[in-house]
């Protein structure tokens, strides 16, 4: 139909500042990035201004390869919050990167009786505004 409406997405959206710009530009580019801290090595998520290992500024951009592994999920049915109800089930999930970084993200394209620890999955990018593009993950093809 030719007058469509454009969906507004309902859902709260992230405060973005100059820590996590970088992020966010990234994603709008559908490329997934972490930090790495240049004194100790460690890698991180989300985007602070200190490495959470030794507490150094020195901080650089690297890009991941997209792929990991679900550490953990929960499935939520219930859920009366603007934007949430209209996403019922949904699967929260902590994602363990290969890179080795944790990351908390949504699991979708996956029903939540598929969903398993240890499964393979990849990421994928949701365009919710301009602005504001999400990753999140699938299981792995």
Not at 78 to 100: C, H, K, T
């Given at each position: 139909?030719?007058?469509?409406?454009?969906?507004?997405y309902l859902k709260p959206l992230p405060v973005i500042d100059e820590e996590t710009r970088p992020w966010w530009e990234a994603l709008q580019r559908h490329e997934l990035y972490v930090q790495r801290?240049?004194?100790?090595?460690?890698?991180?998520?989300?985007?602070?201004?200190?490495?959470?290992?030794?507490?150094?500024?020195?901080?650089?951009?690297?890009?991941?390869?997209?792929?990991?592994?679900?550490?953990?999920?929960?499935?939520?049915?219930?859920?009366?919050?603007?934007?949430?109800?209209?996403?019922?089930?949904?699967?929260?999930?902590?994602?363990?990167?290969?890179?080795?970084?944790?990351?908390?993200?949504?699991?979708?394209?996956?029903?939540?009786?598929?969903?398993?620890?240890?499964?393979?999955?990849?990421?994928?990018?949701?365009?919710?505004?301009?602005?504001?593009?999400?990753?999140?993950?699938?299981?792995?093809?």
């Open positions: 139909m030719a007058d469509q409406k454009e969906k507004k801290c240049r004194d100790c090595g460690d890698l991180r998520y989300h985007p602070r201004a200190q490495c959470t290992s030794c507490l150094s500024p020195r901080t650089e951009w690297v890009r991941c390869s997209g792929r990991g592994k679900v550490y953990t999920f929960t499935a939520t049915y219930q859920n009366q919050g603007a934007g949430f109800r209209e996403s019922l089930p949904y699967i929260m999930a902590w994602v363990e990167l290969d890179e080795g970084v944790k990351m908390l993200t949504n699991l979708v394209e996956c029903r939540p009786e598929e969903a398993k620890i240890g499964m393979p999955v990849e990421v994928v990018y949701e365009d919710v505004t301009p602005q504001v593009t999400l990753a999140k993950f699938r299981p792995a093809r």
